[in-house]
């Protein structure tokens, strides 16, 4: 049985990846932001452990490092996220910004800071930051974004999340630790775009298939629907 680790696990994605990862007899640990979510949590995977805790508050590295204590972890989803409007230098604001910064950034390296020696003591252990294709440099440069609507603060944290990725990879490539970003497809969740055609089950089906088949290598930047994706 190998570990998993899974941020803003009760709701979309999360808990999609959740119920995959059950389902193909993994241990669960996870990392939910508000009480009753933990407890519906805890009755639909009673072998869980459930951490309840926001990834952006000042103590949340050390509960998550005590939370993994002893423990050996073999995979580390980064799935927390937020969205925000804003869309335009006029309707944008430093205060979103900020947030989507704080939960994308701050939040991810929190968590692997916090997770780094339950993740090296696994002889093959994987970071899998859940990053979106708006965070891609080239595609907003080639005007891929454009019109879309999505936020300004959104894409910036992710893009800025992405060149986070990239730094940990660096980092953590002679310990042995897979670091990859995963864009995980349209999604039809509360967050979806115009376009979204793929259900969070789907998505994370496609993503745990990927692990289990060792198909993620480290500094990729996939898209579940494409394939790889560019910086």
Same mark, same amino acid.
Not at 6 to 18: D, F, S
Not at 22 to 36: A, C, I, N
Not at 112 to 127: C, D, E, F, G, R
């Given at each position: 049985?190998?570990n998993?680790?899974?941020?803003?696990?009760?709701?979309?994605?999360?808990?999609?990846?959740?119920?995959?990862f059950?389902?193909?007899?993994?241990?669960?640990?996870?990392?939910?932001?508000?009480?009753?979510a933990?407890?519906?949590?805890?009755?639909?995977?009673p072998?869980?452990?459930?951490?309840?805790?926001?990834?952006?508050?000042?103590?949340?590295?050390?509960?998550?490092?005590?939370?993994?204590?002893?423990?050996?972890?073999?995979?580390?989803?980064?799935?927390?996220?937020?969205?925000?409007?804003?869309?335009?230098?006029?309707?944008?604001?430093?205060?979103?910004?900020?947030?989507?910064f704080d939960t994308?950034?701050?939040?991810?390296?929190?968590?692997?800071?916090?997770?780094?020696?339950?993740?090296?003591?696994?002889?093959?252990?994987?970071?899998?930051n @859940?990053?979106?294709? !708006?965070?891609?440099?080239? &595609?907003? +440069?080639?005007? #891929?974004a454009k019109? /879309?609507?999505? $936020?300004?603060?959104?894409?910036i944290?992710?893009?800025?999340?992405?060149?986070?990725?990239?730094?940990?990879?660096?980092?953590?490539?002679?310990?042995?630790?897979?670091v990859?970003? @995963?864009?995980p497809? !349209?999604?039809?969740?509360? &967050?979806? +775009?115009?376009? #979204?055609q793929?259900? /969070?089950?789907? $998505?994370?089906?496609?993503?745990?298939?990927w692990?289990?088949?060792?198909?993620?290598?480290?500094?990729?930047?996939?898209?579940?629907?494409?394939?790889?994706?560019?910086?």
């Open positions: 049985m190998r998993v680790l899974i941020t803003g696990a009760n709701r979309g994605l999360g808990l999609a990846l959740a119920r995959e059950s389902s193909r007899g993994h241990g669960l640990f996870l990392v939910v932001r508000r009480f009753d933990a407890t519906e949590m805890q009755i639909e995977f072998d869980a452990k459930l951490l309840c805790c926001d990834i952006t508050a000042q103590q949340y590295e050390q509960q998550l490092r005590q939370f993994l204590q002893g423990v050996t972890l073999n995979l580390l989803i980064n799935n927390a996220g937020s969205g925000s409007s804003g869309s335009s230098v006029d309707s944008a604001l430093c205060s979103q910004l900020q947030r989507e994308h950034c701050k939040g991810t390296l929190a968590t692997v800071k916090a997770a780094l020696v339950s993740l090296i003591n696994s002889p093959q252990a994987m970071i899998l @859940i990053s979106s294709r !708006r965070g891609s440099m080239t &595609m907003q +440069a080639q005007g #891929a019109g /879309a609507g999505c $936020s300004f603060s959104y894409r944290a992710k893009a800025a999340q992405n060149m986070l990725t990239l730094c940990i990879a660096d980092d953590l490539e002679e310990q042995g630790v897979v990859a970003a @995963i864009h497809g !349209r999604m039809l969740t509360a &967050m979806a +775009a115009a376009d #979204a793929l259900t /969070a089950a789907e $998505s994370a089906g496609r993503i745990a298939e692990v289990s088949t060792k198909a993620i290598n480290n500094r990729d930047y996939l898209c579940v629907e494409t394939g790889k994706l560019p910086w």
